[in-house]
């Protein structure tokens, strides 16, 4: 990669997202992290990211209430959004996925627990890197 493409990963869990932030810089990706939607929602806003990993189940505003926020605001809708959710029996596509009466237009998700690898794999397929 020529310039270095901006990860945003927002997740509660700061072991897990540090195992995330190493694949993601070893791949050759510039990484930042937010341990909540409400801080994740401040650094998007601050400094757009060109991609997001997100966290569904988090403290503040959880990761289907900031999806909703980013997708309804064209200065964010077209960031790509990789959802991790422990609830992936709930999710039934990427687009206007149905959970307990809210919709998702993440790009893609994950089940957790997901691998770093496959992470990354499907942050690159989402850049076109």
Do not use: W
């Amino acid at each position: 990669m020529s310039e270095k493409k901006r990860i945003l990963i927002v997740d509660d869990e700061p072991d897990f997202s540090m195992i995330v932030q190493t694949y993601l810089e070893k791949e050759g990706f510039a990484t930042e992290l937010a341990y909540n939607g409400v801080e994740g929602f401040a650094k998007i806003k601050a400094n757009p990211p060109d991609a997001i990993v997100l966290d569904v189940m988090m403290p503040e505003m959880d990761g289907y209430e900031l999806c909703a926020a980013l997708k309804k605001d064209s200065a964010y809708a077209d960031i790509p959004i990789v959802l991790l959710t422990a609830v992936a029996d709930r999710v039934t596509s990427t687009k206007y996925s149905h959970y307990d009466g809210m919709s998702t237009e993440a790009d893609d998700y994950l089940a957790k627990p997901a691998s770093a690898d496959d992470i990354t794999q499907s942050v690159k397929r989402l850049l076109g890197v």
